[in-house]
């Protein structure tokens, strides 16, 4: 179950999720730069209901935009929450798992904001066979992808980091990345968000201000989740990759809670 299983949770708090959770300026700007020659009627898909991506891709006049989501009230809720009319998108709704398979070198480019965690190891390799199958011949992949290049952040660190700064929606994503996705607590193999919160609140159980912090981290990531993160990206790199002829990608910027962990990556199919 992750946060799109709970409908209630995410269309009160998906306006205070901020990137590198969704889309940033940078990564839009380089999808806009690899679409700009490309023929308007060509065809794209988004895995998901990514809102920024349709957005851009209403702005540059694409007209034949596919959306592939298993959450039909999710979509439907993302719709009021985009910048122009959606009417001409097309929704493939149920699992990636068994709806991408039916759409055979139907586009030239596949879209993707951090969708790996939300696919089991088991299934991975067929996820992105599948991916790759649905891409015309010198098509696309681009996919922001969480890899953790840089060793998890100890619980220490994040206590001194966090005890130091103010309490805002951005320092309350920044804590939301760092502790729940990308510190030590991920050597369990697994993301549990339950779980992972009661440990931060008994780890720092002796101070008002992370406590407050981990409350408000709620309003990004809720309990009762699950995101299937924490094996090493050298174990996972050489099946991810291994259906494209090139694979190129950007690091987050310094700064960013994800600068050494996620890459956005863009994947030229032969
Ligand atoms: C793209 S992912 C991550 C969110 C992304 N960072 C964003 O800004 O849109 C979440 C979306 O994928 C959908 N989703 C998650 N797992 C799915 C699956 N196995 N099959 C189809 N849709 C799925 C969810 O319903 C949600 O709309």
Redesign the pocket.
Known sequence: M?I?DNFQIISDNWKYVLPP???SEAELQRIRLLLFDMDRKSTIAI????VEYRDLLKEMGFESIYI????RS?YDLSKTWCAYDTSNEILIEG???TTLDNYPEHFNVVLS???MG??DYSCRYDFYRSISHMITRNGYFIDKVLTNDMPYIPLSLIRKKYIQIPLNLLTANSFSCEALFCSELLNDGKIDTTKFYDILRSEFSNSPKLLKLIELSHLITPENCVWHYGKGWHKLEKDYISFYIRSSFYMDFLGSPYYGRSRHYFHKKG
């Not at 592939?68 to 959450?71: A, T």
């Open positions: 992750t799109f959770s969704r889309p895995l998901g209901s990514t592939f989501d298993k959450n999710f699992n990636w798992l904001d951090l969708t939300n696919i």
